[in-house]
Structures are given as structure tokens and as C-alpha cells.
């Protein structure tokens, strides 16, 4: 319980910090608000939809193809990925759990994101298993 807790704030904060060195952006709760187009608000706020109705693998496997094949220079995939992670970081180890997803797939898909976008460094420094 202590590891996954540890997990989570590690999570929390590598979110955050990306979103405050990359967007500028001060993120206390997820929000689609924090995205300017009324377009990605609409698709974070699906994500969401499909994670609270337990799709959360579904929900991962269109953040993978958002973001699969975007440059450097696309950070509005990424914006998104981090917002939905954050949001899914959020839920309990019990929801995760009955929903046949894990604390340790949540920190795996962010550090194939950050990893993806030229941060490995980000991920070396916040998530505990590199």
C-alpha cells in the first residue's frame, strides 16, 4: 500500500511538473478546462467518460494512437495524455484493481509518453521504477 501510494504522488508529480514547464499551466485537479479547443475538451472529456465506465484499457489504447505518431512539435496529444493520466492516476487501487488496470501501467504509459517526447530525463527523475 506505502509503494502504490509512493507511486501515485510520483505520478501526481511528474504530471504537474509537465504541465507547468511544457503549458504553463498550475494543475491542482485534471480538468478538459485546462485545454484551449473546444474539440480536445470534448475528446478528454470521452476519456474520462470511458475510464469511470471501467474501459480503461479502450481509453489508453486511443491515447496510444493520439499520440503514437506525433513529433516533437505536436504537444496537444501530450497535453491530453497527461490530463487523462492525471485523471486516471486519481482513482483508487480498488477501482484500478476491479477494472483489471494497475497503479504500475498507469506509470509505464507515462513513461512511454514522456519517453516518446524527448523527456526521459523527466521520467528518470519521477517514476520510481527506472
Known amino acids: 500500500m506505502v509503494q502504490q501510494d509512493y507511486m501515485m504522488r510520483q505520478i501526481k508529480e511528474l504530471v504537474r511538473t509537465l504541465l507547468k514547464l511544457l503549458f504553463h ?18 475528446k478528454l472529456q470521452e476519456l474520462f467518460h470511458m475510464v469511470d ?13 493520439m499520440t503514437a505518431d506525433t ?9 491530453i495524455a ?8 486519481d482513482k483508487n487501487n480498488d477501482f484500478l ?3 483489471d488496470f494497475s497503479r504500475e501501467e498507469i506509470s509505464q504509459g507515462m513513461e512511454r509518453l514522456v519517453i516518446q517526447n ?13
Open 82 to 89: 497527461l490530463l487523462f493520466y492525471a485523471y486516471l492516476n
Open 71 to 79: 513529433g516533437l512539435g505536436d504537444r496537444k496529444g501530450l497535453k
Open 53 to 65: 465506465a471501467g474501459n480503461i484499457n479502450e481509453a489508453e489504447n486511443q491515447i496510444y494512437e
Open 25 to 42: 499551466l498550475d494543475m491542482e485537479q485534471p480538468s478538459a478546462e485546462l485545454l484551449d479547443q473546444a474539440e480536445d475538451k470534448s
Open 118 to 130: 524527448g523527456l526521459a530525463s523527466m521520467a528518470d527523475t519521477f517514476l520510481p521504477h527506472r
Open 97 to 99: 484493481e476491479q477494472h
